[in-house]
């Protein structure tokens, strides 16, 4: 649990503050356009709603029993201009809100790498029952229920899941995305401050599901090479006899980390869709 105390005190209180925070309190730069495209549509949507909700009261109360001044029509069936106003206003509206939705998706599609100032720094993310294997590919240590980045890098993610479905969320830093065996999803997400954001997974998985959550920190480039370092000689290395050890059921897993991870072994369980045939790798007949 050491490792915890890379985190000094005083970043801790905004940190904890920052637990509270969902997709409203976004802490980058995915996450902000997620906002920003919430809001604008709902203001979109808004600047319809809230006049015909005025503008309903206002004919009940002018065309009321009891008001002489108000003209009776009792044989109006037909006004073009009328009609030209209340179809072509909320057809204005959806195309609107249709076109700011579809640049919104394109900005932020999840497979867009992000520009940042450093190269982007890449993370295996596998679900498993009932917790989530993070691997730093180009930095051979992985850890488990942590996600440990450093704030201002682009992060590059690829996504698979080692048993049923299960959806990678980080809500402040944006983008929910669905981790599913025998398939690769990509994602690329940045923190822009240093806080302890909230994971989980956004699909129901059995029984270990709400354990299932675990911590992104987003660190200073110091405090992660003091991670990465400490990472490096703590904890066993994740080779086949350890990643069958993993993949076993367990709920509620308290973080840790390895210190190596066997070269390609996202990449393996990806193509054995999912999970590494126990059998084979037991009795060693796999290449
Ligand atoms: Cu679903």
């Known amino acids: 649990m050491n490792r915890i105390r890379l985190i000094p005190p005083a970043a801790a209180v905004t940190l904890l503050g920052g637990c509270s925070g969902g997709v409203l309190d976004p802490a980058g730069p995915v996450a902000a356009g997620e906002r920003t495209l919430l809001f604008n549509s709902l203001g979109v949507m808004l600047a319809i709603v809230v006049p015909t909700i005025l503008a309903t009261l206002a004919f009940a109360w002018w065309f009321r029993a009891g008001n002489v001044k108000a003209r009776h029509l009792p044989d109006w069936s037909y006004s073009g201009r009328l009609e030209l106003l209340v179809w072509s206003v909320p057809a204005l509206v959806v195309i ?122 987003a660190v200073s480039p110091q405090q992660f090479a003091g991670w990465l370092a400490q990472a490096r000689q703590s904890g066993r290395a994740l080779d086949r006899s350890a990643y069958l050890e993993l993949l076993k059921d367990s709920e509620n897993v308290p973080p840790y980390s390895y210190r190596a991870v066997a070269p390609g072994l996202f990449d393996a369980v990806v193509k054995e869709s999912g999970t590494l045939s126990m059998k084979h790798a037991l009795d060693g007949r796999e290449q």
Do not use: C
Request: hydrophobic share 45%.
């Open 96 to 217: 609107f809100l249709g076109g700011m939705t579809w640049i919104a998706s394109h900005d932020l599609d999840p497979a867009k790498p992000l520009v940042g100032r450093a190269a982007p720094l890449r993370v295996e993310v596998m679900s498993l029952d009932w917790k989530w294997l993070f691997i730093y590919p180009d930095l051979g240590v992985a850890s488990v229920n942590r996600l440990v980045v450093p704030v201002g890098t682009p992060v590059s993610f690829r996504i698979t899941s080692a048993t049923v479905m299960n959806s990678f969320f980080v809500p402040q830093l944006g983008s929910q995305i669905y981790a599913m065996s025998g398939m690769t999803a990509r994602l690329n997400l940045q923190a822009d401050r240093p806080g302890v954001y909230h994971g989980l997974s956004a699909h129901y998985s059995g029984k270990g599901f709400p354990g299932m959550t675990f911590r992104a920190h």
